[in-house]
């Protein structure tokens, strides 16, 4: 069976990265006869605010909202999220569950209902052995809340891009910019409902040498919410849209043979 040639993907990346990072697999997805639309969240990629200028998660996300809000309602989506971008694509989920066909996670947060978004990004960063050169900055009237975070160079080379190539983690080191977790919206019960976020299908993509979000960790991510099917990129690091391209868009691909 073929893909529909007006199959919609929308893809949404991770902490401090931003619609540049999918320039290659929306390259391929193009080519192949697919729209795509891949958005800069807010304060990320060419998106004009800085992120203390961002007070919420709500914020944060706007730009995919907005986005979604403006589709026709006769059209859904497939919506791919990136590491972070799961627990970004999970609120859109929430919000617009008519618009989306199926939600792809590729190596990322993918929340369940019996605990808040914030436990799984929590557990990712206990999970790591070192932090290296990560930046991070705190707001000492806010109990030295943490105000935004950015990966340094020695880190995205050994946990990100490690099998990328140098231009690749060139591109990476000169376009990220800092993010922050929004710990406190994440960490609210009642974030996601099984009536609205738990109604659309899901996939995750399992990325198998992912240094960030490590392969052991992605699968006890889908023990505690188990998708309607799991995929897996051998040879692939957390930024597997630049490292595996092809394969990527293959399984989207696969993907939208079985939904769209």
């Not at 799991?230 to 957390?238: A, N, R």
Request: proline share 5%; glycine share 6%; aromatic share 8%.
């Amino acid at each position: 069976m073929k893909a529909d040639s007006n199959t919609h993907f929308v893809l949404v990346h991770g902490g401090c990265h931003g619609a540049w990072s999918w320039f290659k697999l929306s390259t391929l997805l193009t080519s192949a006869g697919h729209q795509v639309t891949a958005i800069d969240l807010a304060a990320c990629g060419v998106h004009p605010k800085r992120i203390n200028e961002i007070g919420s998660f709500h914020d944060y996300t706007q730009p995919l909202m907005d986005l979604m809000a403006s589709l026709s309602p006769h059209k859904r989506v497939i919506l791919v999220g990136h590491s972070f971008g799961g627990v970004v694509i999970s609120l859109a989920m929430e919000r617009f569950p008519e618009k989306i066909l199926v939600a792809v996670f590729v190596t990322a947060v993918m929340p369940n209902l019996a605990s808040p978004p914030s436990i799984i990004v929590k557990e990712v960063f206990q999970r790591l052995d070192t932090l290296l050169d990560c930046r991070f900055e705190y707001d000492e009237r806010l109990e030295n809340a943490l105000t935004s975070v950015i990966f340094g160079p020695t880190f995205m080379a050994t946990k990100l891009y490690q099998c990328c190539s140098p231009e690749d983690h060139t591109l990476g080191t000169m376009l990220v910019r800092p993010g922050k977790p929004f710990q406190e919206d994440t960490s609210k019960e009642n974030m996601l409902s099984k009536e609205n976020y738990g109604s659309v299908s899901r996939v995750y993509i399992v990325c198998k040498e992912d240094e960030l979000i490590k392969e052991d960790l992605q699968h006890w991510i889908i023990a505690n919410n188990p998708p309607k099917e799991v995929m897996e990129i051998d040879g692939s690091d957390h930024m597997v849209m630049l490292s595996k391209p092809r394969e990527l868009c293959d399984c989207l691909l696969e993907v939208a043979e079985r939904y769209a």
